[in-house]
């Protein structure tokens, strides 16, 4: 079964800190790849980041980071200097092929709420 | 502009009835999903379409049926069959030039059935 899993169901963080959201997925698929998405609350799915499995560096859009262990399926975000806009749920996903289909799997999501 | 538009952003029906929720897009994407959200489920894969007339069930396939006569369209019928349908839809598409490419969503439609 292919499955993602975010253990954080909810967050806090400090305008201007650090914080961190942690994604575990599940897959017996090689090739795949993984995403970021945030949803604020007009519910809009924004891509933050995304991953390619068979890169190991990691991936980097401005305040927004990853750190991906491909042994550990572990697929975290980081997110430095946050912001009030960065309020919002966060979703992990990946991105597998079947079939010669292709279909995205979403953990349950972290609701981030970043505090003044 | 290119984007996905799905309308109505609300829907309001009465338990029994079957009713359709419209998904176009004009970024000639091949790809096309249905997606549903409900509190503390994260999105969960109704149906999804990777070309014209052809589409394959999600994880939640039961009481919902689609169709794909077109490209840039893909309706979902939620039916009476469908025992909790109150939640939040999302569409999505994707070209399939690249495996990576993001999925493109469109803003949603909230269905309340009572």
């Known amino acids: 079964a292919q499955t993602v899993t975010q253990s954080q169901p909810e967050m806090s963080v400090q305008e201007a800190e650090t914080v961190t959201l942690s994604c575990t997925y599940d897959t017996s698929e090689n090739n795949y790849y993984l995403f970021w998405y945030k949803q604020p609350p007009s519910r809009q799915m924004i891509l933050v980041i995304r991953q390619e499995a068979y890169k190991q560096q990691n991936a980097t859009e401005n305040r927004f980071s990853v750190n991906f262990q491909k042994a550990a399926k572990s697929f975290s975000l980081k997110i430095s200097d946050s912001q009030l806009g960065d309020t919002a749920m966060y979703f992990c996903a990946f991105m597998i092929r079947q079939g010669g289909s292709e279909k995205l799997v979403f953990g349950k999501g972290t609701k981030l709420t970043v505090n003044p | ?114």
């Open chain 2, 1 to 114: 502009d290119g984007g996905i538009t799905q309308s109505p952003k609300y829907l309001f029906r009465k338990e029994g009835q079957n009713v359709t929720l419209s998904c176009e897009q004009n970024l000639n994407h091949d790809a096309m999903y249905w997606y549903r959200q409900d509190p503390g489920q994260g999105l969960r894969l109704i149906y999804y379409s990777q070309i014209v007339n052809d589409f394959q069930k999600g994880d939640i396939a039961e009481g919902y049926s689609v169709s794909r006569e077109k490209k840039e369209s893909f309706p979902l019928t939620v039916t009476s069959a469908q025992k909790n349908p109150t939640a939040f839809y999302l569409c999505a598409s994707t070209t399939r030039d690249t495996y990576n490419s993001p999925l493109h969503f469109g803003n949603g439609t909230r269905l309340t059935v009572t």
